[in-house]
């Protein structure tokens, strides 16, 4: 196996390969408007850092969001793209699943909450407890406003750093890291873990801004 996961569903984009065994090489590159500018350029510069070539490449993950639509809709068009070039399978993940996996690795237990940035002073978030069975998902995921979440046990995410007054502080992880997103993949496939892997579909929890014009109106004298 060598799978390359990347994700652009929150700021910046996150780009990571593993071999079935380890992390091979992972970065973090660009912001919240240059998804489009340094996805490709990052695939590359890690697949050179970590010395394999694309037509390795056997699976390829993206985080499905939520997450704003432009940033989304680049990760989503790049997997997929890639996985129909290159042969390899391309697996789907609830990027919020990813933070989650990060927060546990860094010690948290029990439940929790992930929240990040879903514009127009909204969250995006999504309940988890993490106990002798795992970690696993148990609400989720939403598009609130920040004052409705009236959080009750510790939340994690970039929308900690937007509204610490009104979700608890701020506390790390903030954004999707590569390699975590990798890891939780290679867990799925191997049986490991309670994380589902999803279809490459975005998970857009509200319409975008732009729609289909309606029907002309009649006019009248």
Request: hydrophobic share 45%.
């Amino acid at each position: 196996m060598l799978l390359l996961a990347l994700d652009t569903a929150t700021d910046g984009v996150a780009v990571a390969l593993h071999d079935g065994e380890r992390v091979l090489a992972a970065t973090r590159a660009g912001t919240a408007r240059s998804h489009n500018e340094v996805l490709v350029p990052t695939v590359a510069a890690v697949l050179a850092e970590a010395g394999r070539e694309r037509t390795d490449v056997t699976d390829v993950a993206v985080g499905v969001g939520p997450g704003p639509y432009t940033g989304l809709r680049v990760g989503l068009v790049t997997a997929r793209t890639l996985a129909l070039a290159w042969g390899a399978r391309v697996h789907g993940v609830c990027s919020l699943d990813a933070i989650a996996a990060q927060a546990v690795a860094a010690g948290l237990s029990g439940e929790f909450l992930v929240a990040t940035d879903a514009r127009r002073r909204e969250v995006h978030t999504a309940r988890y407890v993490a106990d002798g069975h795992g970690v696993r998902r148990t609400a989720g995921p939403d598009v609130v406003a920040p004052a409705d979440v009236h959080p009750d046990v510790p939340v994690v995410g970039a929308g900690t750093r937007l509204h610490p007054d009104l979700l608890g502080g701020v506390r790390e992880p903030f954004d999707v890291d590569g390699a975590a997103l990798a890891q939780l993949v290679v867990d799925a496939l191997a049986g490991r873990g309670t994380w589902e892997l999803l279809p490459p579909e975005p998970l857009y929890l509200r319409r975008p801004d732009a729609t289909e014009p309606g029907a002309r109106k009649r006019v009248t004298a």
